[in-house]
Structure formats: structure tokens, C-alpha cells
């Protein structure tokens, strides 16, 4: 028998025939794969996007429902830029309401003739010694410069888990960079503004938030003296 072919056959065609299969598989592999995945990522795609409305639409919700409590603090006859504690219940119970929000701080406008009182009015309610002091993107404040009125932070409350000290009672608020925007535009629009995530360090403790300013007034004031509430919203925990 010819060794160089079986059957009438050449010897080569045996082993490449094998070869053939293979590349043969291989091409069908790559032109047929995509067209069937191409439906499985389009279904990945719409549920992503599907879920991605559903939150999206849960958030505009849950905020909407905490600007509306939170216009309950604002509302005329509530007292809230004047009684602390009016403040305070009113501050808890929304807090106790939406366990998202970290804390609800009150800035009203204070004249320069104010300071020093208002100045003794933070500390006996702080426990501590507070002076009107501008941010520096430190751990360290410095005493703000004098001026014919000033933004401050009058009151503050927050979740019990966030701890104390962190309200940045008499900081200036128009002396933090990322706010100065937002706070611009609600007092000047009347309506309620966010501003970027900042990174705050004051009185020993540090946050990582977002602010959202509403403008409210007292009965009688007229609309530059407006005031305002900030709703002091933790990014991970309004995902939570």
C-alpha cells in the first residue's frame, strides 16, 4: 500500500480536514455570537435604563415630599427665625420624619450692630465660644471680616448619629465658595436652590454634603431680609 495515500487519498487531507472543522466553527462562532447577544444587551440595557427612571422618579418624589415638610418650618406664624426652640421641635420632627436628611439649619441676616449680641446668643446656646467666622477649607476658621450685615447660621439640628458641634453655628455662609451661587439665587428668585457637594470642616467635625436653601420670610419683613433653611443632604444616605 502507497503510504502516501489511503483509500486513493493523499495522507495530508486527514489531518486537515480537522483543521477545517475547527476554522470553519470558529468563523460561525464570531458571525453568529454578536447577533446573539445583541438581543440579551438590549434587554440589559432596557432594564438598566428602566430602573434607572424608577429611581430617578423616586428621588423627585422623596424630595418633593421633604420640601413640603420642610416649608412647615417656614410657614408665617411658626416663629421658627425667632424661637429656638419652635426651631428645634419642628427641626426633629422632620428629621424623625425623613431619617435621609442629616440636619435643617436656619441662616437669617444679622447687622453688624447685631454681632456681638447675637454672638453672646450662639455661645450660651452652643455651650461654647462662637464668634462670626468665615471659612477658610480648613479645620480652622477665621473671624469674619466686619461688614453691614451678614448671612450666619443661627440654628442648626441634626441626626443624632452626626454628632455635636457640626452645625457651624456663626459661620458666614456667604463666605463658603460652593454656596455663594445657590444662596444668590434663592434669595434673589425665591426659590428653593442645591448646591454642589462641599467639604466642610467646622467646629471639629467634618461633613461631605450638599445644601438645599429654601427662602422664607417673616410676616412684615420685607423681601430682602429673607431668610433661609438649609437642608443638609448626605449623598449616601439619600441613596440609602
Do not use: C
Not at 9 to 33: D, E, H, K, M, S
Not at 64 to 92: C, E, M, N, Y
Not at 169 to 190: F, I, K, M, Y
Amino acid at each position: 500500500m502507497d503510504p502516501q495515500s489511503t483509500s486513493g487519498r493523499p495522507a495530508y487531507l486527514w489531518w486537515l480536514l480537522p483543521v477545517l472543522v475547527l476554522a470553519g466553527g470558529l468563523l460561525l462562532t464570531t458571525l453568529i455570537a454578536p447577533r446573539s447577544q445583541a438581543p440579551v444587551q438590549a434587554l440589559t440595557q432596557d432594564l438598566s435604563r428602566a430602573h434607572h427612571d424608577q429611581l430617578s422618579r423616586a428621588l423627585v418624589e422623596r424630595a418633593a415630599d421633604v420640601l413640603i415638610a420642610a416649608r412647615s418650618i417656614t410657614s408665617p406664624g411658626t416663629a421658627a427665625s425667632t424661637d429656638t426652640d419652635a426651631f428645634k421641635r419642628q427641626a426633629v420632627s422632620l428629621l424623625g420624619e425623613f431619617p435621609e436628611v442629616a440636619g435643617v439649619e436656619l441662616l437669617t441676616l444679622v447687622s453688624h450692630d447685631q454681632r456681638a449680641m447675637v454672638e453672646r446668643q450662639l455661645s450660651e446656646q452652643a455651650g461654647q465660644f462662637i464668634r462670626f467666622a468665615r471659612w477658610t477649607g480648613t479645620r480652622d476658621t477665621e473671624p469674619a471680616e466686619p461688614a453691614d450685615r451678614y448671612l450666619v447660621i443661627r440654628q442648626g439640628v441634626f441626626q443624632p448619629e452626626t454628632g455635636p458641634g457640626v452645625s457651624g453655628l456663626g459661620l458666614v455662609a456667604t463666605s463658603v465658595p460652593h454656596w455663594r451661587d445657590a444662596l444668590r439665587r434663592a434669595r434673589r428668585e425665591n426659590r428653593p436652590t442645591a448646591t454642589t457637594v462641599t467639604e466642610l470642616q467646622r467646629n471639629g467635625g467634618e461633613q461631605r454634603a450638599l445644601r438645599v436653601f429654601i427662602p422664607f420670610q417673616d410676616e412684615g419683613e420685607p423681601e430682602e431680609d429673607r431668610h433661609l433653611l438649609a437642608l443638609v443632604i448626605r449623598p449616601d444616605h439619600w441613596l440609602e
